[in-house]
């Protein structure tokens, strides 16, 4: 496995820019995760420097920015409650601390090592949108209490159990500047995108409260000298506390692992590029290691950072490693000014993070999809916010292998009785009807036999982006009697990237359930209009035949009538 990109230095101007611009977004977060977590801001810092800089060189997605994230400082809060609890105090517990951190980055390395990587892709929509959901409720709840200028409890469930003290004791002060804070993080966007609407909120809302005196609590000293490594506490561990650390290290682990691919992923819908996965597991481990040998915040890929650099123009690792040096030069330069800045602030900040990794997708459709996705969705954000994230995860790939296997088998004896098999059915179905020559090759033929799911999904969407420049796919699914939440987002992503090449779509011998299925989120007829749709295969090779063999533009005639569908007010739910 090779380590270390083939640096190239042909987007300089890009990479800085992209840098520089995805630091300064970083700076704001890198605080407030600092303070959630427990660890202080500093320590946010120094993970956002260590680990942007060398998961970015080691890395495995070019474009990738990577930090402290929502779902890290989620289970980063748990291990400094642990080291509290045992030691009395962070200072006291340092080593204990640090061991699961450092270890975090060993596992994630063994990771990409064994290559499981690419097994990341396999977990079924409904498990991530529960998961990401339930994460978001955790961040937006352990701010409650801060954003009214209060010390809040350091479990989601005493926030529940306690939310009826926040109203006696409000600091009036304190919940003006958060509230503030979050109306200007979403409305300076409007005004404009050229400056990161998070550091003009952090930087107004600090000045504001410095220049008139408000008495709302401050993040306090932080440090502005390079940090020391810190491996040797690691000798003043507990020998009983290394089940719990091994358990720890492994969730971070695993989260982080995820958290980082997922991004790897979106970054590659975005620049076109692809990713790899094992090295970009090695290259986190490696980052998370040296960020957790100097008392630094563990981290993954941050989606948010990852697009900012996109947008402004970075495309390799320098532009990572940009984002790292300017945060290290914040801290050299600015930290003693750090000091002033307003806890409720950051409060503010993190909700509108929270706010951003909920899955409003997933919510939106929850009537929609199958009913088992939707209780997959809904026991793994409730046991994301309540129980523990890993057999929160667990439990929701469990439920759905076995919920899956029932369905199948419950369709398999439906279908049979239904569709009984023919002798031609058992010989391959795609040879069934010749295509004629005169149009053999405008169109591409695409056989999908047995359930569209969550297993299959990436292989589908994979094929999708080899398919050649033609004018018409047609996807023919008389053998497809199920499709999942995973498998119906991945049609309609496919649709999508192939309206985007300007080829339509048909489909033919859609079963009862898939089409009941494409219809409610509504991918029929908003991405592919009802009149694409064919019971029979060779009805549609023949009006294909007759609509090309003048070289009608039928796919202009496809996007026409997609046109007439939208301004007929049909709404198309998940437009890229």
């Given at each position: 496995?090779?380590?270390?990109?083939?640096?190239?230095?042909?987007?300089?101007?890009?990479?800085?820019?992209?840098?520089?611009?995805?630091?300064?977004?970083?700076?704001?977060?890198?605080?407030?995760?600092?303070?959630?977590?427990?660890?202080?801001?500093?320590?946010?810092?120094?993970?956002?420097?260590?680990?942007?800089?060398?998961?970015?060189?080691?890395?495995?997605?070019?474009?990738?920015?990577?930090?402290?994230?929502?779902?890290?400082?989620?289970?980063?809060?748990?291990?400094?409650?642990?080291?509290?609890?045992?030691?009395?105090?962070?200072?006291?517990?340092?080593?204990?601390?640090?061991?699961?951190?450092?270890?975090?980055?060993?596992?994630?390395?063994?990771?990409?090592?064994?290559?499981?990587?690419?097994?990341?892709?396999?977990?079924?929509?409904?498990?991530?949108?529960?998961?990401?959901?339930?994460?978001?409720?955790?961040?937006?709840?352990?701010?409650?209490?801060?954003?009214?200028?209060?010390?809040?409890?350091?479990?989601?469930?005493?926030?529940?159990?306690?939310?009826?003290?926040?109203?006696?004791?409000?600091?009036?002060?304190?919940?003006?500047?958060?509230?503030?804070?979050?109306?200007?993080?979403?409305?300076?966007?409007?005004?404009?995108?050229?400056?990161?609407s998070q550091l003009v909120a952090l930087i107004s809302m600090t000045l504001i409260t410095a220049f008139s005196g408000l008495e709302v609590p401050l993040i306090g000293v932080i440090p502005t000298s390079l940090p020391e490594i810190q491996l040797g506490t690691i000798f003043h561990v507990k020998a009983e506390d290394w089940t719990l650390i091994?358990?720890?290290?492994?969730?971070?682990?695993?989260?982080?692992?995820?958290d980082s691919l997922l991004t790897s992923v979106i970054a590659d819908n975005i620049t076109k590029t692809k990713h790899h996965s094992n090295r970009e597991l090695v290259g986190q481990g490696i980052g998370n290691i040296l960020a957790g040998s100097i008392g630094g915040l563990p981290g993954a890929g941050a989606t948010m950072r990852t697009l900012?650099?996109?947008?402004?123009?970075?495309?390799?690792?320098?532009?990572?490693?940009?984002?790292?040096?300017?945060?290290?030069?914040?801290?050299?330069?600015?930290?003693?000014?750090?000091?002033?800045?307003?806890?409720?602030?950051?409060?503010?900040?993190?909700?509108?993070?929270?706010?951003?990794?909920?899955?409003?997708?997933?919510?939106?459709?929850?009537?929609?999809?199958?009913?088992?996705?939707?209780?997959?969705?809904?026991?793994?954000?409730?046991?994301?916010?309540?129980?523990?994230?890993?057999?929160?995860?667990?439990?929701?790939?469990?439920?759905?292998?076995?919920?899956?296997?029932?369905?199948?088998?419950?369709?398999?004896?439906?279908?049979?009785?239904?569709?009984?098999?023919?002798?031609?059915?058992?010989?391959?179905?795609?040879?069934?009807?010749?295509?004629?020559?005169?149009?053999?090759?405008?169109?591409?033929?695409?056989?999908?036999?047995?359930?569209?799911?969550?297993?299959?999904?990436?292989?589908?969407?994979?094929?999708?982006?080899?398919?050649?420049?033609?004018?018409?796919?047609?996807?023919?699914?008389?053998?497809?009697?199920?499709?999942?939440?995973?498998?119906?987002?991945?049609?309609?992503?496919?649709?999508?990237?192939?309206?985007?090449?300007?080829?339509?779509?048909?489909?033919?011998?859609?079963?009862?359930?898939?089409?009941?299925?494409?219809?409610?989120?509504?991918?029929?007829?908003?991405?592919?209009?009802?009149?694409?749709?064919?019971?029979?295969?060779?009805?549609?090779?023949?009006?294909?035949?007759?609509?090309?063999?003048?070289?009608?533009?039928?796919?202009?005639?496809?996007?026409?009538?997609?046109?007439?569908?939208?301004?007929?007010?049909?709404?198309?739910?998940?437009?890229?």
């Amino acid at each position: 496995m090779k380590l270390v990109h083939n640096w190239r230095f042909d987007n300089i101007r890009g990479d800085i820019f992209g840098g520089i611009t995805a630091g300064i977004v970083a700076l704001p977060l890198a605080l407030a995760f600092g303070v959630q977590s427990g660890a202080g801001a500093v320590a946010g810092l120094y993970g956002a420097i260590v680990l942007g800089v060398f998961a970015a060189t080691f890395g495995g997605t070019s474009s990738q920015v990577s930090g402290p994230t929502g779902p890290m400082t989620v289970v980063s809060a748990l291990v400094v409650l642990s080291v509290i609890e045992r030691y009395g105090s962070l200072q006291a517990g340092m080593g204990f601390m640090i061991c699961i951190f450092v270890l975090a980055g060993f596992i994630q390395i063994l990771f990409g090592i064994l290559q499981l990587g690419a097994y990341i892709r396999y977990i079924p929509y409904p498990v991530v949108s529960g998961f990401m959901t339930g994460i978001g409720c955790i961040i937006i709840l352990l701010q409650v209490f801060p954003f009214f200028g209060q010390t809040s409890p350091k479990k989601v469930i005493e926030v529940v159990r306690n939310i009826a003290e926040v109203i006696p004791a409000i600091n009036w002060e304190a919940t003006v500047i958060a509230g503030a804070t979050i109306a200007i993080i979403y409305l300076f966007p409007k005004i404009t995108k050229s400056v990161p609407s998070q550091l003009v909120a952090l930087i107004s809302m600090t000045l504001i409260t410095a220049f008139s005196g408000l008495e709302v609590p401050l993040i306090g000293v932080i440090p502005t000298s390079l940090p020391e490594i810190q491996l040797g506490t690691i000798f003043h561990v507990k020998a009983e506390d290394w089940t719990l650390i091994i358990e720890l290290a492994l969730t971070l682990a695993l989260l982080g692992a995820i958290d980082s691919l997922l991004t790897s992923v979106i970054a590659d819908n975005i620049t076109k590029t692809k990713h790899h996965s094992n090295r970009e597991l090695v290259g986190q481990g490696i980052g998370n290691i040296l960020a957790g040998s100097i008392g630094g915040l563990p981290g993954a890929g941050a989606t948010m950072r990852t697009l900012v650099n996109v947008n402004a123009g970075g495309k390799t690792p320098l532009s990572g490693v940009i984002h790292g040096i300017l945060l290290l030069g914040v801290l050299l330069g600015l930290g003693a000014y750090a000091q002033k800045i307003p806890l409720p602030v950051l409060a503010g900040i993190l909700i509108s993070v929270g706010i951003g990794i909920i899955d409003y997708k997933g919510i939106r459709d929850i009537k929609s999809v199958p009913r088992t996705d939707a209780v997959v969705m809904v026991i793994v954000l409730v046991m994301t916010v309540f129980v523990d994230l890993i057999q929160a995860v667990a439990a929701g790939l469990i439920l759905s292998s076995i919920l899956f296997m029932k369905q199948m088998s419950d369709q398999l004896g439906r279908e049979v009785k239904i569709f009984p098999l023919k002798e031609s059915d058992t010989s391959l179905p795609w040879l069934d009807y010749e295509i004629p020559d005169a149009i053999a090759d405008k169109i591409y033929v695409k056989h999908l036999s047995g359930p569209l799911f969550f297993g299959f999904a990436p292989a589908f969407q994979a094929m999708a982006e080899k398919l050649p420049d033609i004018r018409v796919v047609i996807f023919r699914m008389k053998h497809v009697p199920y499709i999942d939440q995973t498998g119906l987002y991945a049609m309609e992503e496919v649709v999508l990237a192939l309206e985007k090449r300007n080829i339509a779509v048909a489909i033919t011998g859609l079963q009862s359930q898939p089409l009941r299925m494409l219809q409610r989120i509504n991918v029929v007829p908003g991405l592919i209009p009802e009149s694409y749709i064919f019971d029979q295969f060779d009805d549609c090779v023949k009006w294909l035949s007759e609509a090309l063999k003048n070289s009608t533009r039928i796919e202009d005639v496809f996007f026409e009538e997609l046109s007439m569908t939208r301004r007929n007010k049909i709404p198309v739910k998940y437009r890229l």
